[in-house]
């Protein structure tokens, strides 16, 4: 009885994959509206906050604000991550707490304050829930970073801990 050799199995992997992808790209150049086939995850981000109806602030623009002190920012993560590090001056709220209302949501803070609404990160959606509750609230003046606490720190943000 002879020996079987066996063919290695990544050159299959390869060809089907190299098919696949052409298969995709033919299917998406048959579509009347094309599929891009890379997106801005960034401009995306902002596009959804905007279309909300919600200024969108980057960092740098941010920490002008905090400086100047022309906005209160507001933390939208869980209590143990904003105890862990938060910009400076910054409330929790969580979008849970939206729930019990007003009054203990923002404690004394009039519904005219400019507000600052930020979250983790570009693919934290809490700080754009928190802000459309807020606004449902009556606080008409909400803006909210996207890039988040992430964002904040790569722009040199400065950063406190409970």
Known sequence: MQARTSLPWWPGVVVLVAVSIM??????EARPVKLPWWSDFRAEKAAQTQRKGFLTVAPAEARAML???ARLFVDAREPAEYEAGHIP???SVSAEALLTGMDSVLPGVE???PLLVY????????SRDLAQGLKELGFADIAVMPEGLDGWRAAGGPVEAK
């Open 23 to 28: 298969a995709a790209w033919v299917v998406n």
């Open 67 to 69: 400086v100047a002190g």
């Open 111 to 113: 519904k005219g304050r």
């Open 89 to 91: 001056g910054a409330v």
């Open 119 to 126: 979250c983790g990160d570009l693919a934290c959606p809490k």
